[in-house]
């Protein structure tokens, strides 16, 4: 592993779901922008600072995610955020390739198109 290689927290889910998420501003850069694939589902709690999070699909998953995994993912994004202790939480959502970063933007800073929002409880997969 290479020193600069982004630390990110990993939650795999039943049928080979995976959720990544990061754990500092550089972090979040790296995965939003370098490791996430354009189909993948990117979550950001809204409004406050917090993990950048994807939920990649298993190989050869045409259908994409259902409400369940998508509201785990986003259960996740609240989880790794300043609002973990605040009860219903609203996550944007949308999928990885509305995710870009403004020009000459801070670490961390993204902007985002064709947003969803889930509200969800903070937590992390069983």
């Not at 999928?95 to 937590?123: C, D, H, Y």
Request: charged share 25%.
């Amino acid at each position: 592993m290479k020193p600069d290689s982004p630390k990110l927290y990993e939650y795999p889910l039943p049928g080979g779901w995976l959720i990544l998420a990061g754990r500092s501003e550089r972090d979040n850069d790296r995965l939003s922008l370098k490791i996430a694939k354009a189909d993948d589902w990117w979550f950001h709690v809204r409004g406050m600072p917090g993990s950048h999070v994807i939920l990649r699909a298993p190989a050869g998953e045409k259908n994409g995610p259902d409400k369940e995994l998508l509201k785990q993912a986003a259960a996740v994004a609240a989880w790794h955020s300043k609002a973990k202790n605040g009860g219903v939480v609203a996550v944007s959502a949308t999928l990885a390739k509305f995710v870009s970063k403004p020009r000459g933007a801070k670490p961390g800073t993204v902007s985002i198109r064709k947003e969803t929002v889930f509200k969800v409880r903070p937590q992390l997969p069983a």
